[in-house]
T-cell receptor
Framework: DAGVIQSPRHEVTEMGQEVTLRCKPISGHNSLFWYRQTMMRGLELLIYFNNNVPIDDSGMPEDRFSAKMPNASFSTLKIQPSEPRDSAVYFC???????????FGPGTRLTVT | SQKIEQNSEALNIQEGKTATLTCNYTNYSPAYLQWYRQDPGRGPVFLLLIRENEKEKRKERLKVTFDTTLKQSLFHITASQPADSATYLCALERGRNTGKLIFGQGTTLQVKP
């Protein structure tokens, strides 16, 4: 199994630009989570999906952030427009309905200048 | 408000000794608690889960305890090795059966040969 796949691994962009982060969960996992990690705030849950449906987006910081899951094998997190304070590592994680542990991807390191 | 606290200072120990990491929480009644390991530049990796009705859980050189009265979990690594050097995160579920994990800030362990 390839594990959770995220792309790109690194993204550097200028303030105001649109950024799209991508995630492919582990096959057969029906829950998908997007997290953001910074030194100041640690690992924070942004949004999660069950069976492709967004269940809770209360962690999404602002309307500039949006996430979609068009099918069971793909999700995107979009930031438009991006700001320097969005600089962080963004992780995607997935899990099955039968277990509590989550499997994390390698993360996308986003730098907004 | 709900809070999870881990020792923010790095823990430095000698190879072969037992490392003990602490996770304290307030205003939670979690059904379970999880521990993850995170290496630099990588996503967290699940290690152990302990349920509220379990006092102790073991996996190879790892041992986790869970005291719901003290609202504390201890994570032990016996016969520590330099390869155990990493950041260790504890996580609790917010609410019951929500799937939403709240992570502590993590404790960095350094095992010196």
């Amino acid at each position: 199994d390839a594990g959770v796949i995220q792309s790109p691994r690194h993204e550097v962009t200028e303030m105001g630009q649109e950024v799209t982060l991508r995630c492919k969960p582990i096959s057969g996992h029906n829950s998908l989570f997007w997290y953001r990690q910074t030194m100041m705030r640690g690992l924070e849950l942004l949004i999660y999906f069950n069976n492709n449906v967004p269940i809770d987006d209360s962690g999404m910081p602002e309307d500039r952030f949006s996430a979609k899951m068009p099918n069971a094998s793909f999700s995107t997190l979009k930031i438009q427009p991006s700001e320097p304070r969005d600089s962080a590592v963004y992780f995607c994680a997935s899990r099955t309905a039968l277990a509590y542990e989550q499997y994390f991807g390698p993360g996308t390191r986003l730098t907004v200048t | 408000s709900q809070k999870i606290e881990q020792n923010s200072e790095a823990l430095n120990i000698q190879e072969g000794k037992t490392a003990t990491l602490t996770c304290n929480y307030t205003n939670y009644s979690p059904a379970y608690l999880q521990w993850y390991r995170q290496d630099p530049g990588r996503g967290p990796v699940f290690l152990l889960l302990i349920r509220e009705n379990e006092k102790e859980k073991r996996k190879e050189r790892l041992k986790v305890t869970f005291d719901t009265t003290l609202k504390q979990s201890l994570f032990h690594i016996t016969a520590s090795q330099p390869a155990d050097s990493a950041t260790y995160l504890c996580a609790l579920e917010r609410g019951r059966n929500t799937g939403k994990l709240i992570f502590g800030q993590g404790t960095t362990l350094q095992v010196k040969p």
